[in-house]
């Protein structure tokens, strides 16, 4: 009979949503007379900017015009938006990105999960604890590691997030070769000073490694010192890969755009010893097993960078970060410390006790719903993640729900 990828076996079951779900479904059919509130999602709750709806219809009609439609695009993005993202997200912040050196996709999440194939099987792993799951289990399916014990995985260097260090681990003691960065951060929402990612980029440069830096949430950054690009620092462009995406800047999450930055300067070594071009390797990779993202939905982005576009995607990311702050104080004045929700739709709680406890005390005591910190990974255990993405009376009626039932 035909063998599964062995590898498969070794991911630890995803409990972390199901269990979610099995808990508050339980729980609600148990008591249809109080409606639960779910602060647990990652998911954005408010409709698209006015300016991404207009381009998207005026696309959707040019494609029912034989004089305007339009068939296969080219697969590393339209030349309009690739312009465009080079200009606003690269060249105004005094980063050197090239057009040609960004490749539009349907989601940063394939892109942190596919880069994983362009490097050596041997490629020695560095990744963050708690953790956005994609980077750690495509390595798993992809072999890289070992068996998982006791919640970790052999062959791996976790980067600890903890109350000691801010929750920004530190550059490890010894070598990798490939490091998968977030900032702002999912779960913790916390965010990496300039000197923070300068140690960074001057570990991958004396390691000859590679920064895989995601920074899906840079939309939400307010403080004007927290850098929004890896190319912020000097010399990243020879030593980093850097990930964005529209859903949670503008939105997209149901409509699927985003890209990925892959410098020409980026080299990794051949079997030889011999540098190659990752941007070579990329380009094949992605026009051998990706189309291109829909025309209308590129032109709905492209509508991001105009003037209209910025306002309205400004108040959107605007209006989420009021729901942040209202979260952070409410959960400071019930006397916990906590890091994010001020550059990050995010809040992570320091709990004090077990995340899951924590998670069914709300539950049962407020109808409200979060995540309990050790989905992500043991360090998370303790802690729980608030996200604000949702309504602003959702909001205001959670936090009174909670307080009234830790006071
Ligand atoms: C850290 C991080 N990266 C990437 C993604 C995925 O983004 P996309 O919707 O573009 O696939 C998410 C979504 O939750 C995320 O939290």
Same mark, same amino acid.
């Given at each position: 009979?035909?063998?599964?990828?062995?590898?498969?076996?070794?991911?630890?079951a995803?409990?972390?949503?199901?269990?979610? /779900?099995?808990?508050?479904?339980?729980?609600?059919?148990?008591?249809?007379?109080?409606?639960?509130?779910?602060?647990?999602?990652g998911?954005?709750?408010e409709?698209?900017?006015?300016? !991404?709806?207009?381009?998207?219809?005026?696309?959707?009609d040019?494609?029912?015009?034989?004089?305007?439609?339009?068939?296969?695009?080219?697969?590393?993005?339209?030349?309009?938006?690739?312009?465009?993202?080079?200009?606003?997200?690269? /060249?105004?912040?005094? !980063?050197?990105?090239?057009?040609?050196?960004?490749f539009?996709?349907?989601?940063?999440k !394939?892109d942190?999960?596919?880069?994983?194939e362009?490097?050596a099987?041997?490629?020695?792993?560095?990744?963050?604890?708690?953790?956005?799951?994609?980077?750690?289990?495509?390595?798993?399916?992809?072999?890289?590691?070992?068996?998982?014990?006791?919640g970790?995985?052999?062959?791996?260097?976790?980067?600890?997030?903890?109350?000691?260090?801010?929750?920004?681990?530190?550059?490890?003691?010894?070598?990798?070769?490939?490091?998968?960065?977030?900032?702002p951060?999912?779960?913790?929402?916390?965010?990496?000073?300039?000197?923070?990612?300068?140690a960074?980029?001057?570990?991958?440069?004396?390691?000859?490694?590679?920064?895989?830096?995601?920074?899906?949430?840079?939309?939400?950054?307010?403080?004007?010192?927290?850098?929004h690009?890896?190319?912020?620092?000097?010399?990243?462009?020879?030593?980093?890969?850097?990930?964005?995406?529209?859903?949670?800047?503008?939105?997209?999450?149901?409509?699927? !755009?985003?890209?990925?930055?892959?410098?020409?300067?980026?080299?990794?070594?051949? /079997?030889?010893?011999?540098?190659?071009?990752?941007?070579?390797?990329w380009?094949?990779?992605?026009?051998?097993?990706?189309?291109?993202?829909?025309?209308?939905?590129?032109?709905?982005?492209?509508?991001?960078?105009?003037?209209?576009?910025?306002?309205q995607t400004?108040?959107?990311?605007?209006?989420?970060?009021?729901?942040?702050?209202?979260?952070?104080?409410?959960?400071?004045?019930?006397?916990?410390?906590?890091?994010g929700?001020?550059n990050?739709?995010?809040?992570?709680?320091?709990?004090?006790r077990?995340?899951?406890?924590?998670?069914?005390?709300?539950?049962?005591?407020?109808?409200?719903v979060?995540?309990p910190?050790?989905?992500?990974?043991?360090?998370?255990?303790?802690h729980?993640?608030?996200?604000?993405?949702?309504?602003r009376?959702?909001?205001? /009626?959670?936090?009174e729900?909670?307080?009234?039932?830790?006071?």
């Amino acid at each position: 009979m035909i063998r599964i990828n062995e590898n498969y076996q070794k991911l630890k079951a995803s409990y972390l949503f199901a269990d979610i /779900a099995r808990r508050v479904n339980a729980y609600a059919a148990a008591h249809p007379d109080r409606p639960v509130i779910r602060l647990g999602i990652g998911d954005v709750t408010e409709p698209l900017p006015r300016a !991404c709806i207009e381009a998207l219809h005026a696309a959707t009609d040019e494609m029912g015009q034989r004089a305007t439609f339009r068939g296969y695009g080219p697969e590393q993005g339209y030349a309009f938006l690739r312009e465009a993202i080079a200009q606003h997200d690269y /060249a105004a912040r005094g !980063c050197e990105v090239a057009p040609d050196e960004i490749f539009v996709s349907d989601g940063a999440k !394939c892109d942190c999960a596919n880069i994983q194939e362009i490097f050596a099987q041997d490629a020695r792993l560095a990744i963050p604890d708690p953790v956005y799951p994609v980077y750690l289990d495509t390595n798993v399916m992809a072999g890289r590691t070992g068996a998982n014990v006791d919640g970790r995985y052999a062959g791996i260097t976790y980067l600890d997030s903890t109350p000691a260090n801010g929750y920004v681990p530190a550059v490890p003691p010894g070598p990798a070769d490939l490091i998968y960065l977030c900032f702002p951060n999912n779960p913790t929402g916390a965010v990496a000073t300039r000197a923070q990612l300068a140690a960074w980029v001057a570990y991958a440069r004396e390691n000859r490694a590679i920064l895989l830096y995601d920074s899906a949430y840079e939309a939400y950054i307010r403080d004007p010192q927290i850098p929004h690009s890896i190319y912020e620092i000097p010399g990243a462009r020879e030593v980093a890969i850097e990930f964005r995406s529209f859903s949670k800047t503008a939105g997209f999450t149901g409509l699927r !755009c985003a890209y990925t930055v892959v410098p020409k300067t980026l080299q990794a070594s051949d /079997a030889a010893g011999q540098g190659q071009s990752v941007h070579a390797l990329w380009n094949r990779r992605h026009t051998t097993k990706f189309n291109g993202v829909a025309y209308p939905i590129q032109r709905a982005a492209g509508a991001v960078y105009t003037a209209a576009g910025q306002e309205q995607t400004r108040a959107l990311t605007d209006f989420y970060l009021g729901n942040a702050k209202l979260i952070r104080e409410a959960v400071q004045r019930l006397g916990f410390t906590c890091v994010g929700g001020d550059n990050a739709p995010y809040i992570w709680v320091n709990t004090g006790r077990d995340s899951w406890e924590f998670f069914d005390l709300l539950l049962s005591r407020a109808q409200v719903v979060c995540t309990p910190g050790a989905g992500f990974g043991r360090c998370g255990e303790g802690h729980v993640r608030i996200s604000a993405f949702n309504s602003r009376e959702n909001v205001a /009626a959670a936090l009174e729900r909670i307080a009234a039932a830790l006071r």
